[in-house]
């Protein structure tokens, strides 16, 4: 897998936790420890994707 490749499906995985969190955010029946664990992962997936912009 290339590094742009990586970073294309980085991006996919964040804006996907993305529309969840907003999902999950509007329910009326809100889980706020799942709505922290998918907020979580995106952070881990932005650093990620930093730290291979930056190589």
């Keep these: 897998m290339t590094v742009a490749s990586h970073?294309?499906?980085l991006r996919?995985?964040?804006e996907h936790l993305s529309e969840?969190?907003?999902r999950e955010q509007r329910?009326?029946?809100t889980d706020a420890l799942k709505?922290?664990?998918?907020?979580?992962?995106k952070m881990?997936?932005?650093e990620e994707?930093?730290?291979?912009m930056q190589n």
Excluded: F, T
């Design 35 to 41: 709505i922290a664990d998918m907020k979580k992962q």
């Design 12 to 14: 996919r995985k964040h």
């Design 49 to 52: 994707i930093n730290r291979l």
């Design 20 to 22: 969840q969190v907003e």
């Design 7 to 9: 970073l294309q499906e």
């Design 44 to 46: 881990r997936l932005k």
């Design 27 to 29: 329910s009326p029946a």
